[in-house]
């Protein structure tokens, strides 16, 4: 069963919509700033803020007084894409799904009422409204009510795989028929408790490499996924088509490389797909040794082969859970007009420091003819 893209939303440094996202990674602008460090006062003094960004500020006051940052990001984002594609998408809801990648949901809130548990005059006096922000899959849950999608709603967890993850699972929804169309992405938010974890895991070298060199970022993007007949039927052009996706596993940070390059393989194969097809690469692109054993496996996986290549990270910085989905945005942003001669190919890597490779394959649509990023910008199935 072919799967398409047919529309596609972001939240990011550049602020709200699918066109300040576009506009930022087309100019190679960064969206990363100098902290405030009354509002900010962790490790770092930069990162990639979405601008001026509360729950109660674009929500409105009424049901987002409890409400964490990450929710309030999912929240806001499902409903730029909703209003890009009309009310008439969720209007038979109980056949919409929704897949939302993250990490573990607002780290802040989880620290904050475990705390809570233990600061407070007795254990169990915590303010009790604020117990479901402690649950991960909080941000899908709110998505489902406040916009009233009753289909099938799932969470996914994966590090930097967690966007690829996310849309190999809603694949798998869609051909299963447990929904006819579905939301799928992924969000992160910025917090000075999340800050404080990743300064210890990278102190601790779990992200080797990284260390005070790449900002933290939030924001995230979001897909619509469903089949080309009923994107036809909604008068829907789609903008890209899902060809594979692949996902395998490693114990030690120097298998890296072969364990990717056979993953992209087993893609390549899956999808009917020639190495020297592959137009663009879009790899997660993380400093130090995992970045450059991503780079060797996708040489080694492509024979040598020259594709452009994109990278978002040194634009936006590190979008934890939200690096692929901002990945596959980056790749939909920059979709160039192409001719009979061209295949529109892209291919999306990542590799999780934890021993999670990944990859997606995308036959973009041709896009408008605008100027693509620089190297500064840089620059089927489902398994």
Not at 78 to 88: N, S
Request: hydrophobic share 45%; aromatic share 4%; glycine share 12%.
């Amino acid at each position: 069963m072919t799967l398409t893209l047919s529309a596609w939303s972001a939240l990011s440094p550049y602020g709200l919509g699918r066109e300040a996202f576009t506009a930022g990674v087309r100019a190679g602008r960064s969206g990363v700033a100098v902290l405030d460090r009354e509002a900010y006062p962790g490790p770092f003094d930069r990162a990639g803020l979405v601008p001026d960004f509360t729950a109660a500020g674009h929500l409105g006051r009424k049901g987002t007084r409890s409400m964490d940052r990450v929710s309030a990001l999912a929240v806001v984002l499902v409903r730029q894409l909703l209003e890009e594609i009309g009310a008439d998408a969720v209007a038979d809801s109980d056949e919409v799904g929704l897949v939302l990648g993250t990490g573990s949901g607002s780290v802040q809130s989880i620290m904050d009422f475990t705390a809570a548990s233990f600061t407070g005059q007795k254990p169990y006096h915590v303010d009790p409204a604020l117990f479901p922000n402690a649950v991960m899959n909080r941000p899908a849950g709110q998505c489902a009510i406040w916009h009233r999608i009753r289909g099938p709603n799932a969470t996914v967890a994966g590090g930097a795989a967690t966007g690829l993850l996310a849309l190999s699972y809603a694949a798998r929804l869609l051909r299963g028929g447990h929904c006819r169309r579905a939301l799928v992405g992924a969000v992160e938010e910025y917090s000075v408790q999340r800050a404080w974890l990743e300064w210890h895991a990278r102190a601790a070298g779990v992200d080797a490499g990284d260390a005070d060199q790449v900002p933290l970022a939030e924001g995230g993007a979001l897909l619509l996924m469903e089949a080309p007949d009923e994107a036809r039927r909604a008068g829907r052009s789609p903008v890209a088509t899902v060809l594979a996706t692949r996902f395998m596993a490693f114990d030690e940070p120097d298998q890296a490389h072969a364990v990717l390059a056979n993953c992209v393989t087993a893609a390549l194969r899956s999808a009917g797909v020639a190495p020297e097809e592959v137009e663009v690469v879009v790899p997660l692109g993380a400093e130090g040794e995992l970045g450059r054993q991503e780079e060797r496996a996708t040489a080694g996986a492509l024979g040598g082969t020259a594709p452009r290549v994109l990278r978002c990270r040194p634009l936006l910085g590190d979008a934890s859970a939200a690096s692929a989905a901002f990945q596959i945005a980056v790749l939909l942003a920059t979709a160039r007009p192409y001719g009979p001669r061209d295949t529109g190919i892209g291919l999306v890597t990542t590799v999780d420091p934890h021993g999670v490779v990944g990859c997606a394959l995308l036959r973009t649509a041709p896009g408008p003819a605008e100027r693509a990023p620089t190297s500064r910008a840089s620059g089927s199935r489902d398994g």
